[in-house]
């Protein structure tokens, strides 16, 4: 497997939402390596799209957001599930994928349907908040080879609050995949 490098990420948002798809994300700590599939995602735009963390500006938590292309933005929410983001496009755009579920591959325990379980399968936790995934122990590679997916897009989840926002086609998984979250 081939670590994708920044430029995949100083990319289109949407485009990079897309080319997620069917790449592994890979954490290794504590000696054990885990990998999963890729296998659902979402976009969020920038600071204009009201979904999106950056909405708010720049702030202590959402400044990562803000930084350059292929870093890790972890966050936590209801107090107890941390999400995983990819950072991308330019440094100053503030916008990410957030990387919604994986289909295990390597060492990795539990429900990986939604961000949180993914997050919590794949060990990955405020730690790794500002990471660069350039790095050996926790990144996202591509396979030697790639095979042709069936991409469905759908409108994102849990994001009724940003009106239109809320509708635009920003989630994409791999249709018929039994890691996708809700299909």
Same mark, same amino acid.
């Given at each position: 497997?081939?670590? #994708? ?12 939402? @897309? ?14 390596? /885990? ?7 979402? $976009? &969020? ?10 909405? @708010? ?6 400044? %990562?957001?803000?930084?350059? +292309?292929?870093?890790?933005?972890? &966050? ?5 599930? &941390?999400?995983?983001?990819? %950072? ?7 916008? $990410? ?6 289909? +295990? ?9 939604? +961000?949180?379980? #993914? ?6 936790? !405020? ?13 996202? $590679? ?7 997916? !069936?991409?469905?897009?759908? +409108? ?9 926002? $809320?509708?635009?086609? #920003? !989630?994409?998984?791999? /249709?018929?995949?039994? &890691?996708?979250? !809700?299909?």
């Amino acid at each position: 497997m081939r670590i #994708l490098n920044r430029t995949f990420y100083a990319r289109d948002t949407a485009v990079v939402a @897309r080319e997620l798809l069917g790449k592994y994300l890979v954490h290794c700590s504590r000696g054990v390596r /885990r990998v999963g599939r890729i296998v659902e995602v979402e $976009a &969020y735009l920038g600071p204009h799209d009201l979904a999106a963390h950056s909405a @708010r500006g720049l702030t202590e938590r959402t400044k %990562v957001m803000f930084g350059p +292309p292929g870093h890790a933005y972890v &966050y936590m929410i209801y107090g107890m599930y &941390y999400c995983m983001n990819v %950072v991308t496009e330019r440094a100053g755009h503030a916008s $990410a994928v957030l990387l919604r579920a994986v289909e +295990p591959v390597e060492h990795v325990r539990g429900r990986t349907q939604g +961000p949180g379980l #993914l997050c919590r399968a794949m060990r990955i936790d !405020r730690r790794l908040n500002a990471h660069d995934l350039m790095s050996e122990n926790f990144h996202i $590679a591509a396979a030697s080879r790639t095979a042709q997916l !069936r991409i469905v897009k759908r +409108p994102r989840i849990g994001v009724e609050y940003a009106g239109v926002w $809320a509708r635009r086609l #920003l !989630r994409f998984y791999i /249709r018929d995949n039994p &890691y996708v979250s !809700r299909p």
